[in-house]
């Protein structure tokens, strides 16, 4: 298939790489060239603008936005609907707040233009590794688009399927699913950005009262000085709490013990603060959700090693960088 990938950061440009290296036709557009020039030098088409992307492409022409939230994204799905025609797919694969993607879908249906909302994880690992997707939008248009999908997937691996599952539908087991309509696939992918603030906290916090084993403060016979890089790496092989974030815990621990590279500036991008506003409106309570978007507030102000851990994390997996002070 031929799509246009608009926006080229992090996470964009190596969902075009990927689409290419399965054999998809891929044509990028960026507000700054350089990272069109450095893709177009991989295979890509490069496009000058959107109404030049959209003239290279045929019916029904595919558009997949990797922006931030927020402003930049609508501004240029309100362009697209300008050089597009009915039919056209224009996908949000940002972390948008699905309430928005209702509103436009709601604003774009009647010229004919579909609207798909795709949650994307899988960070700047996410080109080899595959990306993790919850997509919403209508059933045709899902289906229509599932050779991007099937290419853009972690697929099947060696994990073995859950007992009990119907296999009938593999789409969850490769990585990938139609989580119902627009605005359902940002929503869990939301809530899963929700999860993961609760579950890196817990490593941070658990990390933190490791390290103050070593504290003055307690008596000469109960001080530990625990190596932490020993206990990450431990943990990472049979434990329960194993997963891919004890992992980044173990990578970012084994080169810098103390994380002196870290200030512990913990920034949050929208999803943990929405989670909890769905919580309150559905009277879910959320209280370790709360707890660690409410930490990170904090982290801006007094910092701990714990917070330190938490951005070491938001590195490894993202490669986000530290708010600053």
């Not at 595919?62 to 025609?85: C, K, Q, S």
């Not at 249906?109 to 919403?136: F, N």
């Not at 512990?264 to 370790?288: C, F, K, L, Q, Y």
């Amino acid at each position: 298939m031929r799509i246009a990938m608009i926006g080229l950061g992090r996470m964009g440009a190596n969902i075009a790489r990927r689409l290419m290296r399965g054999g998809h036709e891929v044509v990028v557009f960026n507000r700054s060239p350089e990272p069109v020039a450095a893709l177009a030098s991989e295979g890509a088409i490069p496009a000058a603008s959107l109404q030049d992307a959209a003239a290279q492409m045929t019916a029904p022409r595919i558009f997949w936005v990797m922006l931030p939230a927020g402003e930049v994204t609508e501004r240029a799905i309100n362009e697209l609907v300008e050089v597009t025609e009915p039919g056209d797919i224009i996908i949000d694969g940002g972390n948008t707040f699905y309430k928005d993607d209702i509103r436009r879908a709601t604003a774009i249906a009647p010229t004919g233009r579909r609207y798909v909302d795709v949650g994307t994880s899988g960070g700047v690992w996410g080109l080899e590794r595959g990306y993790c997707m919850m997509i919403g939008g209508d059933a045709e248009t899902v289906r229509h688009l599932d050779p991007v999908f099937a290419t853009l997937a972690p697929g099947a691996g060696s994990i073995a399927l859950t007992k009990g599952r119907d296999p009938a539908d593999d789409r969850a087991t490769r990585g990938y699913i139609h989580a119902g309509p627009v605005g359902a696939g940002h929503f869990v992918k939301m809530v899963h950005n929700g999860i993961e603030y609760g579950l890196m906290q817990a490593y941070a916090e658990g990390f933190d009262i490791l390290r103050n084993k070593s504290s003055d403060k307690l008596p000469e016979a109960e001080r530990f000085d625990i190596n932490l890089a020993d206990v990450a790496e431990v943990w990472r092989r049979g434990s329960v709490v194993s997963s891919w974030l004890l992992d980044l815990c173990a990578s970012a621990l084994a080169t810098d013990r103390m994380l002196d590279g870290f200030k512990g500036n913990v920034a949050d991008s929208g999803e943990g603060r929405w989670t909890i506003e769905a919580a309150m409106e559905e009277a879910v309570p959320a209280n370790v959700l709360a707890a660690a978007i409410f930490a990170r507030y904090r982290s801006r102000q007094v910092t701990t090693f714990g917070d330190k851990l938490l951005s070491a994390m938001r590195f490894g997996f993202g490669g986000h960088v530290e708010t600053p002070r």
